[in-house]
């Protein structure tokens, strides 16, 4: 997903009058969409070529894995996702450029090796990060992470559409996770009663398996 402007707004990032604006727009001097309304949205695209910078190159990739704990890194899963991405990215004609991964759950917001990648994308050379599937770089708040790194000109690939087959355990480890913080945040973290839940709750999901 590519940032847009409105008319105003591309003016102001020029530091035109946003009647020149209109005017590009009316001589095709700029690339341009309407919505259902009518308006005008500019793509990012037209303000880097405008202002001289060149757009990521999106043959030029990162790749990112990432496994709940060490024995599935153990059991390899974590090579096999990196393995994978690999090769998508080379049969795509990509160049890799950086590889990250981490060790923890997808609720952890401080990962390392998600942090470094955030923290590469504003200068880095790639234009894309391949996942193989969404659940791998963040349980939730997926859509924030594309927002952010389309700032960037970073655009999230996933590789893999349906739901990672693999990953029940950790789905199971996580929502347990989310009942216990919950629970600690209603009852206290040391009470009975968030015991008491997180084992009903632990004992419905083995019931269920």
Known sequence: ???VYSVGEFADELGVHRETVKKWCREDQIQYSRTPGGHRRIPHTELQRLVGKPSRRSDKV?????VSGHAQKQDGDLDRQLESLTEYAHNHGWS???KYSD???GLNENRRGLNKL????ENADYGRVLVT???RLTRFGFSYLERLLDQYDVEITVINEETDKTAHEE???DLLQLVASFAGKLYGMRSSK???IVETVEAEVEINE
């Open 62 to 66: 990162a790749i990112y894995g990432r």
């Open 1 to 3: 997903m590519t940032k």
């Open 133 to 135: 599937y969404q659940d």
């Open 96 to 98: 890799i450029e950086n």
């Open 171 to 173: 789905l199971v480890d």
């Open 194 to 196: 968030r015991k008491r």
């Open 103 to 105: 060790v923890g759950s």
């Open 118 to 121: 955030l923290d590469d994308a």
